[in-house]
């Protein structure tokens, strides 16, 4: 899976929904979520995505 994190804060809440919209579209799963990187105060808001059926070799 891959990640795109929204370390600047610029990206805002209907941002995030275009973004993840436009990868739905292309086909892919998404997932958004937060997480508290190394070094920061608050959460990290991420969108995950893959493609159905692809295997991460990572894992």
């Known amino acids: 899976m891959a990640r795109i994190y929204n370390l600047s804060?610029?990206?805002?809440d209907a941002d995030r929904q275009?973004?993840?919209g436009l990868l739905?579209?292309?086909?892919y799963r998404v997932y958004q979520s937060k997480e508290?990187?190394?070094g920061r105060k608050s959460n990290t808001i991420y969108i995950e995505f893959d493609l159905p059926?692809?295997?991460n070799k990572n894992e």
């Open 18 to 20: 275009v973004m993840a």
């Open 53 to 55: 059926g692809k295997e």
């Open 9 to 12: 804060t610029k990206l805002n």
């Open 24 to 27: 739905v579209k292309a086909g």
């Open 36 to 38: 508290i990187l190394e």
